[in-house]
């Protein structure tokens, strides 16, 4: 099974920025350029909302909160999802994570990574 891990989170002042990675680990005989990809947030108390996806065609969608300064990118290659994160707000602190939505193949085995989560990576941004 693909396995997520997130990492590049960290402490910034409002308006500044992070770039977040997620790596896919356990990729095997699945093709990662094949998967959609998403990323998702959840601060103390509140649900997990979604951020941005990326599907196996490069195809993009966000959230209209963070239209126009976060990014969501792949690098197939590297087997690896990306967000770059530009004016962040004190209100986006949160645990980020990484989703693999769907595997887009007939392949059973890797169907079954659909649904996958990573642990998170917790995004602080003060003011």
């Known amino acids: 099974q693909v396995q997520p891990v997130e990492s590049g989170g960290g402490s910034v002042q409002a308006g500044g920025s992070l770039r977040l990675s997620c790596a896919a680990s356990?990729?095997?005989?699945?093709?990662?350029?094949?998967?959609?990809m998403s990323w998702y947030r959840q601060a103390p108390g509140k649900e997990r909302e979604f951020v941005a996806r990326i599907n196996s065609g490069g195809r993009k969608s966000n959230a209209d909160s963070v239209y126009g300064r976060f990014a969501i990118s792949r690098y197939n290659e590297k087997n690896t999802l990306y967000n770059q994160m530009n004016d962040l707000k004190p209100e986006e602190t949160a645990m980020y994570y990484c989703?693999?939505?769907?595997?887009?193949?007939?392949?059973?085995?890797?169907?079954?990574?659909?649904?996958?989560w990573g642990q998170g990576t917790q995004v602080t941004v003060s003011s």
């Open positions: 989703k693999i939505e769907r595997y887009n193949s007939m392949n059973e085995a890797c169907q079954k990574s659909s649904g996958s």
């Open positions: 356990g990729v095997r005989a699945c093709s990662y350029a094949v998967f959609d």
